[in-house]
């Protein structure tokens, strides 16, 4: 079966663009969720997403927005790129979400660079 | 505030030798995570744990509820377990429901 999966890969932007960033879980998961990693640092919690719905939110500003799709893909989009929003964006699915925890499969990740 | 706090950041060792990160996290989580990340990015998941003791070849990850503390041991360490190893918690409160991540040991197991 195929593990999780994200693209791009590697992305360059400049300042004040936009970019989307995707997603596809594990089959038969139905939660996504998305992280960011500044070199150096642990991930930050984003977005997670649960049949379609948003379940939680981390501290980032609204210029960061998600969505999940019917099969369970996900973009997550950034706005108004700026230098700090250079990061590794990881990807994790697993099969529910809630107060349970449930075991996260891990993306290889996007870095986005921003110029 | 939710935290999770990792120890050492960095720890190089000889092959062969007995390996243990430390992990502390404040009151409230529904479960500890183990995960494993080499150079690159990509992000393996270890060891998901609410209680006791869980053992993977030579892993093994145990927690104590009461002191609010994990641990990851490595036996027989070897160069091939070179790698940053994060600790998160995913809290079972109110709020958004992503992993609280420690900030990673880089772990370097020398020849």
């Known amino acids: 079966d195929a593990g999780v999966t994200q693209s791009p890969t590697h992305l360059i932007k400049t300042r004040g663009q936009q970019v989307t960033l995707r997603c596809s879980p594990i089959?038969?998961?139905?939660?996504v969720s998305w992280y960011q990693q500044v070199l150096g640092q642990g991930p930050q919690f984003i977005f997670q997403y649960y049949e379609k719905e948003e379940r939680g939110r981390g501290n980032f500003p609204d210029r960061f927005s998600a969505r999940q799709f019917p099969n369970y893909s996900s973009e997550l989009n950034v706005n108004a790129l700026l230098l700090g929003d250079s990061a590794l964006y990881l990807c994790?699915?697993?099969?529910?979400?809630?107060?349970?925890?449930?075991?996260?499969?891990f993306g290889p990740g996007t870095r986005l660079t921003v110029t | 505030k939710n935290e999770v706090e990792q120890s050492p950041q960095n720890l190089t060792a000889q092959e062969g030798e007995f390996i243990t990160i430390n992990c502390s996290y404040s009151?409230?989580?529904?479960?500890l995570h183990w995960l494993q990340q080499h150079p690159g990015g990509g992000i393996v998941s270890l060891f998901m744990l609410s209680s006791g003791k869980k053992k993977h070849g030579r892993l093994i990850a145990t927690i104590n509820i009461q002191e609010k503390h994990s641990s990851l041991h490595i036996t027989a360490s070897h160069p091939r377990d070179s790698a940053v190893y994060i600790c998160?918690?995913?809290?079972?409160?109110?709020?958004?429901?992503?992993?609280?991540f420690g900030k990673g040991t880089h772990l370097i197991i020398q020849p």
């Open positions: 009151v409230g989580i529904s479960a």
């Open positions: 089959s038969g998961h139905k939660s």
């Open positions: 998160a918690a995913m809290y079972s409160g109110g709020g958004a429901d992503g992993l609280t």
């Open positions: 994790a699915s697993s099969l529910g979400a809630g107060k349970l925890s449930y075991e996260q499969y």
